[in-house]
């Protein structure tokens, strides 16, 4: 990887994609324009077409129309995915230029934005490329005068709407399974991080991908997604985000034509640490990167730590001593572990967590103000509390920032019962070396992920979603297609 001086050398004469991407083209739109902002040091990067519903209905009649009369549903599965097998590898060639936009539009270090973030997003790519021609419909057993037939067909028009923190990796999340299956798509990424996602749209169409079947419309939630929510020709909404912006769209749905829409939500995520923990450093070590991993800004962080009493001080002690020690600093230097939070909104959204946290009477171990603020951005201290009651704001509300709350208990019933008291449900982490302990733990947390002995582990092969308020529906893996298919049954009379 370049350093970190040819890294901001290069910020200085970035060329972003600023307006929408519909129908195989950029698209001005109607002239109105919004700002965006990079929370690593203040800096406007660029004004970008801001999509109102006369651009959404754009796009969406663009996707319309490639879905009815273009080749895309009609294409072979196996032509489908070299066209996705292509742009995975363009993704590649221009990883660079990927990256550096993505810290820039949202702080995360270069280095992960690198490594991880376009890692992920390239490969989610090529794994349904990959897919596209293997799946299989059924022809279930019959009396001998019939044949029935069930078909997997793709949905229609996907309309998805992504979050800033990943911008990328979700977006692949989406579009890729539902472009696999044969729907068309119009992507509205978060205002907060939309340069990414038009460069991606630029980089489909460069890849052969037909005219409409890839579209992006850049503006907020309260013009743009809810025009795309409300719209009567798309079939299915998928979305990524915040629990209170999701119930907005089911009632889009309700109130339009009963789309289907699949929601990956909010969490509130608890990692549990038993006595017998195969390795309790490493353990205290994962629960330290797994807060602070992305600057806390991820909907799985386990921002409860959950720590059986007789070990609590220790794990603890040893969670303090990393976040002291994480180098917070520029994004664009690739020795730094924790980057900018996305903007300074939600900078003091955090710190008003972190104020509301001590008013409550927990403990503030470490951290809890803001740093660096001489460069312009918006930069907190890796933060932990301790001595958090079940009660408290910290333990029940989603922060979406670098803090970590730690919870003590003293027996498995309780850490069960803790690690449940949430209206969340995405993901969850135990440390044990029993197998059956692990067994019937997993079962018990009302979790759509459960990690035992890691944190954030797995590849594209499983699935991912939540229970309760944290959504329904299922990203990556084979799964992920059933969002995007309708299942039709055929029976014909011999």
Known sequence: MIGHQEWADRATRPAFATQHHIDGADEPGGGAVFTVVSPRDGRVLAEVADAGPAEVDLAVAAARRAFVHGPWPRLAPAERGRALLRLADLMEEHRESLALTISLEMGKPIKDAYEIELRAAISTFRWYGQLADK??????????????????????????????????????????????????????????????????????????????????????????????GLHPDVDVLAFTGSTAVGRHFLRYSADSNLKRVWLELGGKSPNIILPDAPDLDRAAATA??????????????????????????????????????????????????????????????????????????????????????????????????????????LAREEIFGP???????????????????????????????????????????????????????????????????????????AHALEKYTELKTTWIQL
């Open 135 to 228: 799946l299989t419909d059924e022809s279930p057993h019959t009396a001998p005068d019939a044949l029935a037939l069930v078909t997997r067909e793709p949905a229609g028009v996907v309309g998805a709407v992504v979050p800033w923190n990943f911008p990328l990796t979700i977006a692949a999340w989406k579009v890729a399974p539902a472009l696999a299956a044969g729907c068309t798509v119009v992507l509205k990424p978060s205002e907060r991080s939309p340069l990414s996602a038009l460069a991606l749209a630029r980089l489909a169409t460069e890849a052969g991908l037909p005219r409409g079947a890839f579209n992006v419309v850049a503006g907020d939630g309260p013009a743009a997604g809810r025009a795309l």
């Open 288 to 393: 330290a990167w797994g807060i602070f991993f992305n600057q806390g800004e991820m909907c799985t962080a386990p921002s409860r730590l959950l720590v059986h009493s007789s070990i609590a001080e220790r794990v603890t002690e040893a969670v303090v001593a990393r976040a002291r020690e994480l180098r917070v600093g520029d994004p664009l230097d690739p020795a730094t572990e924790m980057g900018a939070l996305v903007g300074e909104a939600h900078l003091e959204g955090v710190l008003g967590h972190v104020e509301t946290g001590v008013g409550q009477g927990a403990r503030l171990r470490t951290g809890g103000s803001r740093t660096l603020a001489g460069t312009g951005g918006s930069y907190l201290e890796p933060t932990v509390f301790d001595r958090v009651a079940p009660g408290m704001r």
């Open 403 to 477: 803090v970590l709350s730690v919870l003590a208990f003293d027996d498995l019933d309780e850490a069960v019962a803790l690690a449940n008291a949430t209206e969340y449900g995405l993901a969850a982490g135990l440390w044990t070396a029993d197998l059956s302990t692990a067994h019937q733990v997993s079962r018990a947390l009302r979790a759509g992920t459960v990690w035992v002995n890691c944190y954030e582990e797995g590849d594209l092969t499983v699935p991912f979603g939540g229970m309760k308020q944290s959504g329904n529906g299922r990203d990556k893996s």
